[in-house]
Each structure stands twice: as structure tokens, then as C-alpha cells.
């Protein structure tokens, strides 16, 4: 059973930053495995924030964010990490660390491109 686990969330004033961790088990090694972040703020649907292929070479994000995230990963520790600088109140969500087996060229680009979720960290970023 995989499981995700994140950490990192908070309160910050518009302009901070923070950096979410996600730390990935139930598996021998995360190394064949996309991972990403997905947020969803009260009242909006799920959004995808970004996506990291197995490798750590190819990442994608929304436009909302580009410029201002960065996800990353460290295959040695299963785990997924997002900086968050520059925040704006509208980045206001619980994040959600998100996984799909992809060993190829392919990885998720889509909120529900991805199959295993965890529990989510709160975010408020206050003006």
C-alpha cells in the first residue's frame, strides 16, 4: 500500500515562502514513480500545481505558478519536495502530494492523471 505523506504547510504573509515535503512509502523504491502536487482550495476544484518524472529531469507546472515553484525530488529518500516563493494570497489551499507509476517518457500533467494521494498540508498565505 503506498502511502504519502506531507509536511511543510503553514501560515505565511503574502510574498514568503515555504517549502512542502512528501515523504513516499509501501514501496521498495519511488524510482519508476511520477510524482506531483495538486492543490484545492474551499469551494474550487482540484488544481494541478506540478509534476516531476521518475528521473527528476522533466518537470511541468501550471501557469498559475510557473516562475514561483519549483518541485524536486531525491529518489534515495522517496521523496517530493515543492518551494513556494513569491506566495500570493490566491496560493491559499491544502496541497496534496500525489504519485503514478510512469518509468517512460510520460508523466502526469493532470490533477487526475495521478492515482495514489495523501492526506494533504494546509497552506494560508495572509495579505
Known amino acids: 500500500q503506498i502511502q504519502l505523506v506531507e509536511s511543510g504547510g503553514g501560515l505565511v504573509q503574502a510574498g514568503g515562502s515555504l517549502r512542502l515535503s512528501c515523504a513516499a512509502s509501501g514501496r521498495t523504491s519511488f524510482d519508476n514513480y511520477a510524482m506531483g502536487w495538486v492543490r484545492q482550495a474551499p469551494g474550487k476544484d482540484r488544481e494541478f500545481v506540478a509534476a516531476i518524472n521518475w528521473s527528476g529531469q522533466r518537470t511541468s507546472y501550471a501557469n498559475s505558478v510557473k516562475g514561483r515553484f519549483t518541485i524536486s525530488r531525491d529518489n534515495a529518500k522517496n521523496a517530493v519536495y515543492l518551494q513556494m516563493n513569491s506566495l500570493k494570497v490566491e496560493d491559499t489551499a491544502s496541497y496534496f502530494c500525489?504519485?503514478?507509476?510512469?518509468?517512460?517518457?510520460?508523466?502526469?500533467?493532470?490533477?487526475?492523471?495521478?492515482?495514489?494521494w495523501g492526506q494533504g498540508t494546509q497552506v494560508t498565505v495572509s495579505s
Open positions: 500525489a504519485t503514478r507509476y510512469a518509468p517512460g517518457s510520460w508523466y502526469p500533467s493532470r490533477d487526475d492523471e495521478f492515482n495514489y
